[in-house]
């Protein structure tokens, strides 16, 4: 087990499942406290199974990251159990397909209050904890390769929006919270199989033929693939970088 985050406590949306979990896992075997918020019913075990694993101190709620006031009582309940956290991984987020024209009022704003206002909540309540008590933090919003092209065949301007929006957001933050000590990057994986896109690919199967065939490397990102990249952007070996969107999405928009 590495030690760059020991004695640290990491705060991780959308924690459950997915991308979030696996860097949860990355957080803990570094050496962190880990808590994992999540709306899942299962938040508390994936917390307590963190916990066995890499042997550090969990704490699980469930918690919809787009209300406001539950997202900071999630956080202060997580802070009162492991300390106050100086990490943070905003990994909640859901995509809605479909032709543009087609959208519901409830489709775009689902898709834009869970993407990016969950996002904003999140990192609100993360950097007034940090705020309150003077401490440094790293905070690592997930936005997306779709923040900055338009994937094909597919249509969701929804999510694209909303991740461009995540990127901008996290720079925002950066250059206001910096005097402080709290950075703000974000990175923009590109496809990952996780069970969002494994949902997607139940419903129309070629698409991964069709994303394939444009990745560089020529296979889908693994949750893990994204853990070094995060573990680093967390950890103090990045103390000068702030404010950066960083794209990792095995060569796909360089093509």
Not at 84 to 89: F, G, R, S
């Amino acid at each position: 087990m590495t030690s760059t985050l020991e004695g640290r406590t990491a705060i991780v949306t959308g924690g459950a499942r997915g991308i979030g979990l696996t860097l949860a896992r990355t957080f803990a075997a570094a050496g962190a406290k880990v808590a994992v918020l999540d709306l899942l019913d299962t938040v508390e075990d994936a917390a307590a199974a963190i916990a066995s694993e890499f042997g550090v101190e969990t704490y699980g709620q469930r918690v919809d990251v787009t209300d406001q006031a539950g997202v900071a009582a999630a956080f202060a309940a997580a802070t009162e159990r492991l300390g106050t956290p100086q990490v943070l991984l905003t990994a909640a987020g859901i995509e809605i397909n479909g032709d543009s024209i087609d959208v519901t009022a409830e489709q775009w704003r689902r898709v834009i209050d869970v993407n990016l206002t969950g996002t904003f909540f999140s990192a609100q309540a993360f950097g007034a904890g940090l705020l309150r008590e003077g401490l440094p933090g790293s905070a690592v919003l997930i936005a997306s390769m779709s923040g900055s092209i338009v994937n094909v065949p597919q249509w969701a301007a929804s999510y694209n929006a909303s991740k461009a929006a995540v990127s901008h957001l996290g720079k925002s933050l950066a250059v206001e919270w910096a005097a402080s000590g709290i950075r703000v990057n974000s990175i923009s994986p590109g496809y990952v199989l996780t069970d969002l896109t494994q949902a997607i690919l139940d419903e129309e199967p070629q698409l991964h033929d069709d994303w394939v065939a444009r990745i560089p490397q020529g296979r889908m990102a693994k949750p893990s693939d994204l853990a070094g990249l995060v573990e680093f952007l967390a950890s103090d070996a990045s103390a000068y970088l702030t404010a950066q969107d960083i794209v990792i999405d095995g060569g796909y928009t360089a093509v």
